[in-house]
């Protein structure tokens, strides 16, 4: 595609990156089909092509209009256009540039400002968001159907799992060692998650330790275009992380494939710093999803998982029929499709059929709360696609797609690693 950026972007770092990513843009439309809101609204500006033309308009200096800011809000970031892409566009890069140059441009109302605002304020600090979640808890009876069906009950676990406690997080005993980051709505929301991937880890012989002064990975703030404030979070998380890594960790894991993919760009995003750049991209090479680790590890997983399931009782030996639900950061941003599914069935676990299993959920961060109509379609035709094959259970691989699937289901919804470590432990 020919681009002439205007003079104000130009010769700026983003401005580089912008025209290179625009200039690999051959206009193909291959990346329509795989695009949900293209799917569900039909209006080519709602397709990547579509917005990434309007990005081209915006960075050529061209008016920007909130018709144009409104195109890029209904963006989920699912990235399934780059999956679709034989050209390898760069499209979520471009998106984020162009949507802080939307949001310097276009001022939004101000209960969208105190909206964005409170986002930020809260859902990215463990501490508050489980005071907020205890607040709406206790007048959850109360509470409309769609609001209600998002907030934990104490029951929301409910299925297989539901009388298990949180398992307790194993004292570091091997020479193998990684570096869990927890992240900020994982431990709030399902509190269970990430010591079952570290009791996991402990089984194949690989200690996970917790991180002391890290925090949210910084997601939140970037998609929301709040840049600035992404990237003291990321700083922070680097400070956080580098004296585990420099001490020989071999991996930093993640529990959450949104977080994973993530950090996994620490390196691009904090390269113009100095200060920071080679640690980044240190940590962004040791990323990794904790389905990715464990497929690198699968032969001593399997070995646990058999040893388990032989000397577990006949009970415990059942065939769940779970359908997978694979999140959008696993399959388009860290490139890890079909890693999940042959650790479930080595577990044991009968997995059911699931159409159309590129196709957002319509979690996306904050998406579900701030596009609830576009949402609230995609979460209706996933969970139908889930449901089709008459399973006992959903997985998944992020908290965000989890917390929005049991909103929308009747069935037991999970972290595929809580049923991993549950075989382990004979359940
Ligand atoms: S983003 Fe890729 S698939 Fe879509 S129009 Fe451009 S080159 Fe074609
Ligand atoms: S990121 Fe997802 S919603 Fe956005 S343009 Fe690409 S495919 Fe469509």
Known sequence: MQTALA???????????????????????????ACPTYQL???????????????KQLLEGEPVTARTQLHL??????????????????????????????????????????????????????????ALLGIAGAVRPLLPRALRAR????????????????????????ARRVV???????????????????????????????????????????????HRESLAQMRRNVDALWPHVAAGAESVVFAASACAAMVCDYGGLL???????????????????????????????????????????????????????APCTLQHA????GVVEPLLTAAGFTLTPVTDGGR?????????????????RLLRAKVAALEAGAPQLIATANIGCLAHLRSGTTLPVHHWIELLAARLDGG
């Open 151 to 174: 907030v934990p009950s104490g029951t929301a676990a409910a299925g297989p799992l539901r009388a298990q406690r949180p398992p307790a997080w194993p004292t570091p005993r091997h």
């Open 360 to 376: 957002c959920c319509g979690s996306a961060g904050t998406y579900s709360l701030l596009q609830p109509e576009l949402a609230t």
């Open 41 to 55: 609204l039909g209006d080519e500006l709602d397709s990547p092509r579509g917005r990434i033309y309007l990005m």
């Open 334 to 337: 860290l490139r890890a499709t």
């Open 7 to 33: 003079d104000f972007i130009r010769s700026s770092p983003a401005g580089r990156e912008a025209d290179a990513i625009l200039r690999s843009c051959v206009h193909c439309g291959f990346c329509l089909p």
């Open 271 to 325: 390269k113009d710093d100095p200060a920071y750049a080679a640690r980044a991209e240190r940590i962004s090479a040791l990323a990794q999803d904790i389905s990715q680790l464990l497929a690198a590890n699968a032969a001593a997983l399997r070995a646990a998982l058999a040893e388990a399931i032989a000397a577990a009782p006949p009970a415990a030996r059942t065939s769940l029929r779970v359908a997978f639900q």
């Open 180 to 226: 869990l980051l927890e992240g900020c709505v994982q431990p709030a929301l399902a509190a269970g998650i990430n010591p079952a991937a570290a009791q996991v880890l402990d089984r194949i012989g690989i200690a996970a330790v917790r991180v002391a002064g890290g925090g949210c990975c910084g997601a939140l703030s970037h998609h929301l275009s709040a």
């Open 73 to 130: 809000d209904r963006c989920l970031t699912c990235r399934a256009c780059e999956s679709a892409c034989p050209s390898g566009v760069r499209y979520g890069r471009l998106l984020d540039i162009g949507r802080a140059l939307v949001e310097e441009r276009v001022p939004r109302t101000a209960p969208a400002r105190v909206e964005r605002y409170l986002l930020r304020r809260i859902v990215p600090y463990t501490r508050r968001m489980r």
